[in-house]
């Protein structure tokens, strides 16, 4: 059994022009121990998603979903007293910008602590042994010292070490982190990352990662998940989605960044010209097809692209949402064009 | 494609001039430029000084692109203010075409070099239709009658790939990549030798950004501007650079072509760079790239080479001297660290 379980997961959020449908459909697995990728360009749903499993969302967003199970639990059935015991304690989340969730008037000894005396693991001693010793497992030297300081009194890197050892804290299942390296330095991002990683595989704890950056996926994901308006796109293995990416949009997203050693410096880039439609109302047909060079190219037939794909299996685990995944075209165009 | 055709002219209008030797001149030249920021009163401790930028000496040969990278804070915004005339240099000068901007005046400058910002969002005044955005510089500086500005705000709009109903549009109307060729535009416009980008993409998704880099390509190929160009992205500054100047803490620690710098770095600090760009290759993990962690104060920098508390090769020279930018020498860059590797 998965530790998480997720059945046409939707969001539906009210806003003038009416109803913006952020997340329309997803279905997630996540297996123990387990770090799951999920990717796509901005607006496509990944923060509401992680807000939606931890039950953050905002309050006027509306939730529905076929499953939401958490370690063969409905978080749809708990109460919100129950749903907050689960939040901090066996779920966590760490988020792009540590200032947003770290408080500035507390010291991080008293934000680190929180959680863990709040769900009552232990008592003040325990829970400062604990941070002290999570702090220098993430790279914090000094840290007894540390404890008194305040958020600010730390670079962004440190608060990012600092939010992954608060997440750490209660031992949790599952740790949810939205794009926690997008706002760092690359040399900082490398070091969080591989931290990140190691502490993962060491403590046997299940991570959903979300993040725009394919390179960042292809170092550290067991699976993934691609987004595109709202829906996953694309599921399969790290490995096999970048020997075989199957969804025009992921094809086109892993050719549209330059790849050292095989783009020739200063040659045309592949774009993925057009926008994304809006989410406001329902979307008809495949999302992509306004942008997909199968279609614009006459590859397939078009009319059939207006019926919405379902997620579908292609082999083993790999499955795609494209009527025309198998598509031989669709090779042809993976491959970066070598002449300028 | 004729918006920037009539090029001479306008380096007329400059007072640039029929320069005989300007071939062999580079295009844009810093010498020994810094900026210093005084921290005083307010939160920070009174009469604090900020080093941002110390003895920036560079290069920019005409029709090349000259990368800039380092990491948040290490000083390449407020470089690109000083060219920009955003920012006045504590020391040193800048010259364009061998000539010091400083006698040039702000208006002269802005027909030389001209910006693209990272933030297509910010930059553009979202209560202005697109036509007059782009036609702005142009009025400043009192060029052309409306006629001919509407005449020239069209042939730049074409220039960037923008629809024409675009111009009567308003910046919240537009994608994000639509407005980015909107700032291009904007800057395109003054038909400028020199552009300015502060990560101009790095707000923008990747399937956007792939558009804007050929358009930025094409551009350079066209009318042979120059460009210094700063970016986080180690991919895109090898995909578009010709030369690449590697900053930290306000000094250039190494500088030289793309082929020496990625191929063959020579400084501790570019070699950890280059080692923490995560390429799209599953399988290889995240290195180890073997640096202290120890963010260096730029108010209070470390002593000796700057880098030394997280420099995997310092040894006690490094605390005490600091390292000089090796002079010009074919094959290689140049480097200031007592221990460069060959
Ligand atoms: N107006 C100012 N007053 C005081 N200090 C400043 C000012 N502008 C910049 N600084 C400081 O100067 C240093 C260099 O800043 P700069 O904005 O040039 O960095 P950067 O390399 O562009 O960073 P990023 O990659 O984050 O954009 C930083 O320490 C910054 O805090
Ligand atoms: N508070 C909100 N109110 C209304 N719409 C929102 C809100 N937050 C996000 N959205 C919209 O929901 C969609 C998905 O957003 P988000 O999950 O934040 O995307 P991502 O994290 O992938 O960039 C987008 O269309 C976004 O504009
Ligand atoms: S279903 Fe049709 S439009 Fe959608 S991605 Fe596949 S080929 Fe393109
Ligand atoms: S001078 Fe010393 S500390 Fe500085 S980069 Fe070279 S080896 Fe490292
Ligand atoms: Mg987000
Ligand atoms: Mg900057």
Redesign the interface.
């Known amino acids: 059994m998965p530790l998480l379980d997720v059945q046409d997961l939707r969001v539906d959020l009210p806003v003038e022009a009416g109803t913006l449908h952020a997340v329309r459909g997803i279905d997630l697995s996540v297996e123990r121990g387990e770090m799951l990728c999920l990717v796509g ?2 607006g496509c749903g990944k923060s509401m998603t992680s807000l939606a499993l931890m039950g953050l969302l905002p309050r006027r967003a509306r939730l529905s979903a076929g499953r939401l199970d958490f370690d063969g639990e409905s978080l749809t059935a708990l109460s919100e007293r129950r749903r907050g015991q689960l939040r901090g304690r066996r779920m966590a989340m760490i988020f792009q910008e540590p200032m947003t969730a770290l408080n500035p008037a507390y010291t991080l000894g008293n934000q680190l602590c929180e959680a863990f005396l709040r769900h009552r693991l232990g008592n003040r001693r325990q829970a400062r042994e604990r941070a002290i010793e999570l702090l220098e497992r993430v ?1 914090i030297s000094a840290a007894a010292e540390r404890l008194a300081q305040y958020p600010h009194q730390l ?4 608060r990012q070490r600092v939010m992954i050892a608060m997440a750490l804290m209660c031992d949790p299942d599952l740790i949810i982190a939205d794009e926690p390296t997008t706002a760092l ?7 969080i ?2 931290l990140l ?1 190691d502490l993962q595989q060491e403590m046997g704890t299940a991570v959903i990662f979300i993040t ?10 067991d699976r993934v998940a691609v987004m595109y308006a709202g829906e996953v796109i694309e599921t399969a293995l ?2 096999a989605l ?1 020997a075989n990416p199957s969804h025009p949009y992921t094809r ?3 050719s ?5 050693g095989k ?1 020739p ?9 057009g ?1 994304v439609p809006s989410l406001v109302g329902e979307v008809e047909g495949c999302a992509f097809r306004n942008r997909c060079p199968l279609v614009r190219e006459g590859e397939v037939d078009a009319a059939r692209c207006e019926h919405t794909p379902e997620l579908r299996r292609l082999t083993g685990d790999h499955q795609a949402r494209c009527h025309y995944a198998e598509h031989r075209a669709a090779t042809r165009v993976a491959q970066p064009e070598l002449s300028p | 494609m004729n918006a920037l055709s009539s090029r001479g002219a306008l380096a007329d209008q400059a007072g640039a001039g029929p320069d005989t030797d300007i071939d062999t001149m580079p295009a844009l030249e810093l010498c020994a430029l810094s900026k210093r920021y005084t921290l005083g009163g307010g939160l920070f401790k009174r009469g604090r000084a900020l080093q941002a930028v110390s003895e920036v000496s560079l290069a920019i040969p005409r029709g090349q692109v000259m990368g800039l990278v380092g ?2 804070g290490c000083g390449k915004s407020t470089l690109a203010k000083m060219l920009l005339g955003l920012a006045t240099p504590s020391a040193g000068e800048v010259r364009v075409d061998g000539r010091p901007l400083g006698d040039a005046g702000q208006k002269a400058l802005a027909r030389h070099i001209q910006p693209i910002f990272q933030d297509p969002y910010s930059s553009l005044n979202p209560r202005k239709r697109v036509a007059a955005i782009v036609e702005l510089p142009l009025r400043v500086h009192g060029i052309g009658t409306p006629r001919e500005r509407a005449q020239r705000v069209a042939e730049t709009l074409d220039l960037v790939g923008l629809p024409q109903r675009a111009a009567a549009q308003f910046p919240g109307q537009l ?1 994000g990549g639509q407005r980015q060729r909107v700032a291009i535009a904007r800057a395109l416009i003054m038909r400028p030798d020199i552009v300015i980008c502060d990560e101009p993409t790095s707000a923008l ?7 804007i ?2 358009l930025l ?1 094409d551009l350079k190929q066209e009318f042979g501007l120059t460009y210094l160009f700063i970016s ?1 992205d ?3 500054v ?3 650079v010709d030369r690449v100047a590697v900053m930290y803490l306000g000094r250039i620690v190494e500088e030289g072509s ?1 082929k020496q710098i ?1 191929a063959a770095p020579r400084h501790p600090y570019t070699q ?2 280059l ?15 073997g ?1 202290g ?1 120890v ?1 260096p104060d730029p108010s209070n920098p470390p002593s000796g080479c700057a880098f030394h508390p997280r420099c995997p090769k310092a040894q006690a020279l490094c605390r005490e001297s600091r390292p000089t930018l090796t002079a010009e020498t074919t094959g290689v860059s140049r480097a200031a660290c007592h221990f460069a590797s060959a």
């Open positions: 360009e901005s790279g670079s962004g890197g440190l330095d690359v040399t900082i991002q490398a070091q990352l591989r990683r725009h950056d394919l390179g960042v996926v292809a170092r550290i994901a790290t490995q970048y086109g997203l892993l549209c960044i330059p790849a050292p783009t410096p200063g040659s045309r880039l592949q774009a993925i010209p926008v | 990491e948040s994608s998704d990747v399937s956007v950004q792939a558009q880099l050929n390509l986080h180690l991919a895109v090898e995909h578009l793309r990625f950890a760079l080692a923490s760009a995560l390429t799209p290759e599953p399988g290889l993990g995240v290195p180890d790239i640096l962690d963010m």
